[in-house]
């Protein structure tokens, strides 16, 4: 069954939240390719409705790690973004010296 988009299709918008950093990164990856979110988002979709093998395996990892509490709350951009913060807004590392 395939999940071809018609420009006549109704379609369901959705929301989902990025850290800023996973969002750049993801954003610049998909520039540099010629592709949107929007592409590429519905294009998972469809696979893993097409029962796509590779994509399926990966959703079944992750409700495993879910599971077993395993997955990480935050992500490496995650962590780097907060301590950039940290950084960025730190008193300590300012010296008026």
């Known amino acids: 069954m395939s999940h071809a988009i018609s420009p006549f299709q109704d379609s369901k918008s959705v929301h989902i939240n990025l850290s800023i950093t996973t969002h750049g990164e ?3 990856i998909l520039v540099k390719k ?3 979110m929007q592409e590429v988002f519905e ?3 469809s696979e893993i409705v097409d029962d796509n093998t ?5 959703l079944d990892d992750i409700a ?5 509490k ?5 992500s490496k951009t995650d962590t780097e973004s907060i301590f950039d913060m940290i950084e960025r ?5 300012e010296s008026d010296e």
């Open 26 to 28: 993801f954003r610049a």
């Open 34 to 36: 010629g592709l949107s």
């Open 43 to 45: 294009r998972l979709a």
């Open 54 to 58: 590779y994509l399926l395996k990966m």
């Open 64 to 68: 495993v790690k879910k599971k077993n």
């Open 70 to 74: 395993e997955l990480k709350k935050f």
């Open 89 to 93: 807004d730190s008193p300590l590392g």
